[in-house]
């Protein structure tokens, strides 16, 4: 029988389960032109931030996490001054796609053109695109002008205009879809859209954009949020620290021929105090908690988190598996459990990476309440097999914004049923990090850690990543 269908199977200590988003976009925006080189944070921020704020302000008995890098938050903020200098002032917005979306003229030159077109295809066909009958369409048209670009001069600017109004409508949030009337009535009008209406598309997005941070600092405020951060700009601090570390998890690391990161103690400062007055300055508190880049962690990064303030720090399942296997002590419910470093009051929570991975990659073609029904079922396993004990604590750590095109609906579905049925369970105990530090769940020692990221627990994907991610810019 199901825990949740029976009230007389209640136990007597509910399981704790702490939902972590992470929302991380590295810095598109070169800092000397002002222009940005992808449009991703905005993207995400009408599409992703706006939806997983809203889930929670009707779900008022959930709790979530939602870490931060504060290299986004810079570029949201960025982003809602653009805008509104551009209807204040009529000055020129420094992204690319947002200022064709209100250009006057289209561009004439088929690169230029072309480039505008190709990017209204980068998103998910068949949630983004197929769903939408009048965007499939235009979308087939741009994948005729890719292959023949001498095509263009039979094309004229409403095809475009039309081309990125739907781009930027696919993109919207969910629940702003749902609910916006203005929203509606273009989505329903499906093309001939007139500057006008593209100029009204503009500035729902800059209410969107402008809503974030009040939201979540609002949801804060009750109690229903903890906030963490990232290092600012997201760099990878244990080898900020020690190139060496690689090798602790890896020892064929391949590194660089310098010793160590010229200044890397004090640049791993930096980011981290950089960090800390940027939540302070946009949401009015100081963070207790760390996911830091990639989960990423060392045996002298934990030092410097702990002596900067923080009380909690997150990483992956395999680098707690590699430092209990290290000790010899490696148990199979080693992870429900916050640790923590000799001498150290920063407490250690470890990502459980099936139950992660279930909601970033496997339940994206469930239905929603299937897979919300999966995942108390593991969830319920967990709490059964664990029923004698209140120091339980299951951590469930994904991106918070790039799974979701893949999902119906934006996730709409599955997130909603997700709140709901977890803060209505009476084995479940939805919390936030803070608040399991703060019941004073007993904690584990941890004779040392070797050093690694969630990614299998070594930092050789990470830097594939990282190294991925500045090839975008070339």
């Known amino acids: 029988?199901?825990?949740?269908?029976?009230?007389?199977?209640?136990?007597?200590?509910?399981?704790?389960?702490?939902?972590?988003?992470?929302?991380?976009?590295?810095?598109?925006?070169?800092?000397?032109?002002?222009?940005?080189?992808?449009?991703?944070?905005?993207?995400?921020?009408?599409?992703?931030?706006?939806?997983?704020?809203?889930?929670?302000?009707?779900?008022?008995?959930?709790?979530?996490?939602?870490?931060?890098?504060?290299?986004?938050?810079?570029?949201?903020?960025?982003?809602?001054?653009?805008?509104?200098?551009?209807?204040?002032?009529?000055?020129?917005?420094?992204?690319?796609?947002?200022?064709?979306?209100?250009?006057?003229?289209?561009?004439?030159?088929?690169?230029?053109?072309?480039?505008?077109?190709?990017?209204c295809l980068k998103t998910n066909e068949k949630h983004l695109i197929s769903r939408f009958p009048q965007y499939q369409k235009l979308a087939d048209l741009a994948l005729f002008l890719k292959k023949n670009n001498s095509t263009l001069i039979y094309t004229n600017n409403q095809f475009l205009s039309d081309l990125l109004t739907w781009y930027h409508l696919a993109w919207m949030a969910e629940t702003t879809r749902k609910n916006d009337v203005r929203i509606i009535k273009l989505i329903e009008k499906g093309s001939g859209f007139s500057m006008h209406e593209r100029l009204l598309l503009l500035r729902i997005i800059s209410e969107q954009i402008d809503s974030i941070v009040p939201r979540y600092k609002k949801l804060l405020d009750a109690g229903q949020v903890e906030l963490s951060i990232s290092p600012y700009a997201h760099p990878i601090i244990p080898l900020l620290l020690d190139f060496n570390s690689a090798k602790q998890a890896l020892p064929d690391s391949s590194l660089p021929n310098e010793p160590n990161y010229p200044g890397g103690k004090e640049r791993s400062e930096w980011h981290l105090n950089r960090g800390l007055k940027l939540c302070e300055q946009y949401f009015g508190v100081r963070p207790y908690g760390c996911w830091p880049s990639e989960g990423a962690i060392s045996e002298e990064s934990l030092e410097l988190l702990n002596s900067s303030g923080f009380r909690w720090v997150a990483s992956g399942q395999q680098v707690l598996q590699n430092s209990l296997h290290k000790s010899g002590s490696v148990k199979p419910d080693c992870i429900h459990r916050p640790y923590s470093l000799p001498n150290q009051t920063l407490k250690c929570f470890f990502r459980d990476d099936r139950l992660s991975d279930l909601i970033g990659f496997t339940y994206q073609d469930w239905h929603g309440d299937d897979a919300v029904n999966n995942l108390i079922y593991e969830l319920e396993r967990i709490a059964k097999t664990h029923a004698d004990t209140k120091d339980k604590v299951v951590s469930i750590i994904l991106d918070g914004e790039n799974c979701w095109e893949y999902y119906y609906k934006n996730g709409y579905y599955f997130l909603t049923a997700l709140y709901e049925k977890l803060s209505h369970h009476p084995n479940i105990r939805m919390s936030t990090f803070a608040e399991c530090i703060d019941a004073e769940l007993q904690t584990f020692q941890l004779k040392n850690i070797v050093a690694g990221s969630w990614v299998y627990g070594t930092f050789d994907v990470v830097n594939q990543i990282h190294t991925t991610q500045l090839s975008r810019f070339s």
Not at 16 to 41: D, E, G, K, R
């Open 1 to 119: 029988m199901s825990l949740e269908n029976s009230r007389s199977d209640e136990l007597a200590n509910p399981l704790n389960v702490v939902l972590c988003w992470h929302m991380h976009q590295p810095q598109y925006q070169n800092l000397s032109s002002h222009q940005y080189a992808l449009p991703w944070t905005y993207l995400h921020a009408i599409k992703d931030y706006v939806d997983m704020a809203y889930y929670l302000e009707n779900a008022p008995k959930a709790k979530a996490v939602f870490n931060f890098s504060p290299v986004l938050l810079e570029q949201l903020i960025d982003y809602s001054q653009q805008i509104r200098l551009f209807f204040s002032h009529n000055q020129a917005i420094g992204d690319p796609l947002l200022s064709a979306l209100v250009a006057p003229t289209l561009p004439t030159d088929e690169e230029h053109y072309l480039a505008l077109v190709k990017q």
